[in-house]
Nanobody, 123 residues
Framework: QVQLVESGGGLVQAGGSLRLSCAASGRTFTSYTMGWFRQAPGKAREFVAAISWSGGRTSYADSARGRFTISRDNARNTVSLQMNSLKPEDTAVYYC????????????????WGQGTQVTVSS
């Protein structure tokens, strides 16, 4: 079992920044690919970013590339999402997810998900 707890969401003006964190506990964190998804009201959950267990491989959605940066600290069992130049369309609940397989995380098919943290970007 892996437990994931997100934090760092909030209300920010367009153009601002937020840093989300996900704390993991349970099984060996360092063997898991970690990812972030988001879900806006009335929309399907969508992929944002993923990072391999070593941090050497990352993937971003087109909407996130160039503005968001995913990183991890294996010593602290945390993964972060630095979000810059935020737009109102980034408003969503952001979820952390984990799986040993990179492609499974990107596909959104992981077994492990956090409860989510709300990000609201005002115009």
């Amino acid at each position: 079992q892996v437990q994931l707890v997100e934090s760092g969401g909030g209300l920010v003006q367009a153009g601002g920044s937020l840093r989300l964190s996900c704390a993991a506990s349970g099984r060996t964190f360092t063997s898991y690919t970690m990812g972030w998804f988001r879900q806006a009201p009335g929309k399907a959950r969508e992929f944002v970013a993923a990072i391999s267990w070593s941090g050497g491989r990352t993937s971003y959605a087109d909407s996130a590339r160039g503005r968001f940066t995913i990183s991890r600290d294996n010593a602290r069992n945390t993964v972060s999402l630095q979000m810059n130049s935020l737009k109102p369309e980034d408003t969503a609940v952001y979820y952390c997810t984990a799986d040993p397989r990179f492609n499974v995380v990107v596909a959104g098919s992981s077994d492990y998900w956090g409860q989510g943290t709300q990000v609201t970007v005002s115009s």
